[in-house]
């Protein structure tokens, strides 16, 4: 059974950094493309970036290009999301997803990220 379980989630002021996890499980995480996508309130979703394998290319919406970074531990199956000088129009719902944009196959519960003073 595939399980993507994120965390890290929180309360952040504008500026400040968190770093989101991804726990996966349920199929071969270290040839898979994973992506982020976030869903702000009263939005619909909004990929923010994917990572493909086996080279780990990486991507970026231009919303987030410069701020936050993806990555993976393959010996952990997890996946990151660095997130530095965060915006308050970055508050949303957080998902990762399994496969790259277009065609996931697999979605996280999500982890919500609130920006604000």
């Known amino acids: 059974e595939v399980q993507l379980v994120e965390s890290g989630g929180g309360l952040v002021q504008p500026g400040g950094s968190l770093r989101l996890s991804c726990a996966a499980s349920?199929?071969?995480?270290?040839?898979?493309?994973m992506s982020w996508v976030r869903q702000a309130p009263g939005q619909g979703l909004e990929w923010v970036a994917s990572?493909?394998?086996?080279?780990?290319?990486?991507y970026y919406a231009d919303s987030v290009k410069g701020r936050f970074t993806i990555s993976t531990d393959n010996a952990k199956n997890t996946l990151y999301l660095q997130m530095n000088s965060l915006k308050s129009e970055d508050t949303a719902v957080y998902y990762c997803?399994?496969?790259?944009?277009?065609?996931?196959?697999?979605w996280g519960q999500g982890t919500q990220v609130t920006v604000s003073s």
């Open positions: 997803a399994k496969g790259a944009p277009g065609a996931y196959d697999y």
């Open positions: 349920g199929f071969t995480f270290s040839s898979s493309a």
């Open positions: 990572i493909y394998r086996p080279i780990s290319t990486t």
